[in-house]
């Protein structure tokens, strides 16, 4: 160690002269509990990107697991008493929450190495001092939901994303080093952050939850070199972060990282402003092994490991617009916001792909706070699109609409009254010249003939037996039209289609996911009746990917009903014949599975699962058909669905 033994320099917990009671929880590191390695490469990446130096270079971001003795570690003891005086305290309390993180905390901190997490960034300005209000340094390693950076069009603005890198912490424990250059000069600042519960020191004083590792004395950062240890000594200009204790993870690290950087960052990484090395430069990510890394099987595992794979196939689609050389550009003038660029690829087996990005980072897929939730592309071609604000006034106001996760839009988050109104009418202008530029380049345009080669992607030809991945169907040009008998149970009401959703009619939805086999028996079963359960509550929602098919060409009372659920529970769907000019209920009065009741099917589903159910109508119908869906809750009095 390099670093001189004083005892003005150690870890030190703030006084609590007024005996309050602070736990564990912090609603920045739970934000990133459930899966920390993806966050801290999310965050890091971003916070990264926002401090580049050299406009004509890419940053770049290294993220390496190091194994430290345990006494390299500054203040070991202290941590190690503190974590056990914590423990003390958590048990006479009681909190099984707090028990739990403290015996792995004395369990860490007791072992001979400590694993390390380091997060390096290059070409980057670091994080300017010194630790006073108002400055950034002082912001990243003492202020609580503040943002100071030198952009209004950075990533970031709600200084939550800092707390990554303690969530991945069992100690929930960061070191902040950072190497910065100004007019006096080059500067280093080094310091570390602990968040614990109050408890009694080891000197008999009250101690809040937060302590400081650096200079006692006011608790500040190490500003001279000789007093930082050598593996937390920043060598040249840029910002490293550490986390203690690193906690262990099911899935390989780095390729939960890999898979995170892909999803957010596909852009920044292929417009060459990004590039990331793991593990040592074991893996690298970059404009050249982008594509390749898409495909990689490790980094798919990973994905589905996290639950990303619709995230995930979006990045990759969206990697595929902004590459090809088919792709169309379209610059939209928005009243209100400004310029707007819009990327189209119009292509099969795109599904209907949409992007926001900002700062070459993947914010959201719709505008559905503006009346435009892109679900519906009744007619169109397949596309990918990715939209992007043309310039930093433009990126301002996306910015000022991004909720702590970046990963929605609304303009409900500005405070400013005028300027809310100002970015909903801007915003709403924009999804609604987004959804007319598509309808100029992907729609069909509605011919009789084309129309039916439309139907055709749902009812193979008779002449032709064009497979189907679930069998075959009829074609509607060789069916004759059939009554359509009312049922007797009372319509349900239709659901009112989101404002701004192309009204149309129906149409082939993205169908993605590789639909079931054919069940092998076609004859379902009857109608068990009526089902006594609690009372409950039918809350409207749109299913995703609707398809149907005609399970028997000789049989138009069966079909298959195909969709993804966007909720977990229990499902109502109800169906309509929607060729007639005014659209019928079909009751249902068989199915192979849920519980048919009054005419509708009932059946779990969970969020997120691609469903195929096969029922029978009361009535014979071969014609289109649309789908309504209420997701059932109990309520508290017994009755009767």
Known sequence: MSFKNDDTIGLEFLPNSAGEAEGLGDAGIETFRDKPFAAVARETGQNSRDARDVATAPVKLTFDELLLKSDDIPSIASYRSAAKLCLEKASKVGSEKDIGFFKQAVKALDAPEVRVMRVADFNTKGVRG?????KPFHTLAKADGMSVKDGVNSGGSFGIGKSAISALSDIQTAFYSTR????????????????????????????????????????????????IPDWLLRKEQGTSIYSLCVRENRIDWRYEMVAALLINFFAAIQRQEMEFEIDDGFLKINRNTIEALFGDNKVIE????????????????????????????????????????????????LGYTIGIIRNGMFIT????????????????????????????????????????SHNDLSAERITDPSMRQQGQKAFEQLAGQVRETLKELAKTQPTASMELEELNEFFASEESQVEDELGTETDPRSLKPTPVKVAQPKPKKRVKQPRGEDDDGPGPAPDNDPDPEPNPNPNPTPDPGPVKRKARVAEPIDLQRERNLLSDRTNPRLRK?????????????????????????????????????????????????????????????AGPIEFNAFRIHNDEEAGEI
């Open 561 to 621: 009903l195909i969709f993804t659920s966007p909720v977990e529970g229990d499902i109502s769907i109800s169906i309509e014949a929607s060729g007639l000019s005014n659209p019928e209920r079909l009751a249902i009065q068989g199915a192979k599975s849920g519980t048919v009741n009054g005419g509708d099917i009932i059946l779990p589903c969970k969020k997120g699962e691609r469903v195929t159910i096969e029922v029978e109508l009361e009535t014979a119908y």
């Open 365 to 404: 897929d719709n505008l559905a706070n503006f009346g435009e939730p892109f679900k519906r592309f009744p007619l169109y071609r397949e596309f990918a699109l990715v939209i992007e604000p043309d310039g930093s006034e433009e990126g301002q106001w996306f910015k000022r609409l991004e909720n702590p």
């Open 130 to 134: 010194p630790c006073e209000e108002g």
């Open 180 to 227: 910065y250059s100004d007019a006096q000069g080059s500067h280093v600042l080094c310091m570390g952050k602990t968040l614990f519960i109050s408890h009694t020191g080891a000197d008999g004083e009250e101690r809040r939850r937060k302590g400081y590792w650096g200079k006692k004395k006011g608790f500040m950062p190490l500003d001279n070199p000789a007093d």
């Open 302 to 349: 990973a994905v589905d490991q996290l639950k990303a794979r619709a995230a995930f196939e979006t990045a990759r689609t969206l990697y595929g617009c902004l590459v090809d050389e088919k792709t169309i550009l379209r610059t939209l003038d928005v009243k209100g916001l400004g310029k707007v660029n819009l990327r189209i690829l119009l292509r099969e087996k």
